[in-house]
């Protein structure tokens, strides 16, 4: 979630197109079937939310459980299992599991008109490999969570957000540091949790309808790292397919932009339901904390612009409200934000006032209009192509990412389709 997929505004004054709804995407008339999916991935928009911080560890998200072990070192899953031992990780996590995500959330979030959950989980709860400190238990509360989303009509993505050696070198990867993915046998690895998920949920797949590869793998300058991931996805495609022929099967473009992927893994291959998931945050750079709430709203339609003509179903798997970076820990545990220059490097460029901690009901008039119109802007955007999972649905206390408290106070949108602020990516 660390790195940014802004738009550069030249490419936003050329590309304020209007939303489509309820057309067919390309992938439709090529695609002649929907075989067993249950869900119409053709004509239906994906409407959904993030369950982040439950069985992958955020220190923004949940910073209490961190703050509950006073090493300062103590900054990712990793080093915080590593730092109380298995026994006591276990009975502490195993609580947060329980308690954190229960079936009164999937209640709200169908209540409110979305139709899917994104569940991340770690290589760890499902391949565990030896020396790691992790701690396992996390799959008996999925198998809940599956459930839960069949009661309450719910369609699952269940995501691997955290790869062994970590594949981009950010604390929501379980360990925060340098990107050891795709050294030694981290792939096959990786391959041997994709496999246990897609057998362990191969006979739910009237909710669990698609599964993520792996989690915004970031590439360094040069080097071999794209064609690896490109393997990668060939390889876990075949995997899945090996168990399930219907199951969606989700790759992230690694920020690249989702032009990069075209032609890759599509029905012209000889792929079928291959769906691409792009990230959308102006939050992570300097060109995009800078921006003033109207160029926000500017960059958000203009994504729209680069969904058009793709030859997979395509969506915006995380998102989110904030114009700023000021949520407690954002950027890692202890750390500062750019937008008011308490970040090593960056200038200030307003006040954290109010979006550092506390609820959204405490937020200024200004800052809850500047919440509704980005997020009407977003929907509009996404909405263009597949659809969209917002991120997230509850945390304890950062206000421009909590979509509970967002609807609880009338920011997010109900109905969905409801407008404060119509016609601001075109007419």
Known sequence: ??????????VVATSLLASVRGVPTPQASKDPYLGGLTFDYFHTKVRGVNLGGWFVLEPWIAPSIFEQVSNPAVIDEYTYTQA??????????SEHWNNWITQDDFNQIAHAGLNHVRIPIGYWAVAPLDGDPYVQGQLPVLDKAISWARAAGLKVTIDLHGAPGSQNGFD???????????????????LDAIKGLAKRYASASDVVTSIQLVNEPLPAPGGSFLDNTKHFY?????AIRAINSETVVVIHDAFQGPGYWQGFL??????THVMLDIHQYQIFDAGGIGLSPNQHVSA????????KGLDKWTVVGEWTGAQTDCAKWLNGRGKGARYDGTLPGFSRTGSCDGKYSGPVAALSAD?????RHFIEAQLDAYESRTGWFFWTWKT??????????????????????SREYPGQCGS
Do not use: H
């Not at 929501?172 to 990786?190: D, E, H, V």
């Open 367 to 371: 800052d809850k209009s500047n919440l």
């Open 300 to 307: 958000a339609c203009g994504v729209s612009g680069q969904l």
């Open 396 to 417: 304890e206390g950062a206000p421009e990412w909590d979509m509970q408290d967002l609807l609880r106070n009338g920011i997010f949108p109900q109905p969905l389709d």
């Open 266 to 271: 599509s029905p012209e291959t000889g792929a």
């Open 172 to 190: 929501n990867s379980g360990r925060y540091g340098p990107i050891n993915w795709q050294q030694g046998n981290t792939l096959s690895q990786t």
């Open 84 to 93: 109380l031992g298995k026994g006591e990780a276990y009975r502490r996590l």
């Open 1 to 10: 979630m660390y790195l940014s997929s802004f738009v550069p505004l030249a």
């Open 234 to 238: 060939q390889d876990g495609y075949n």
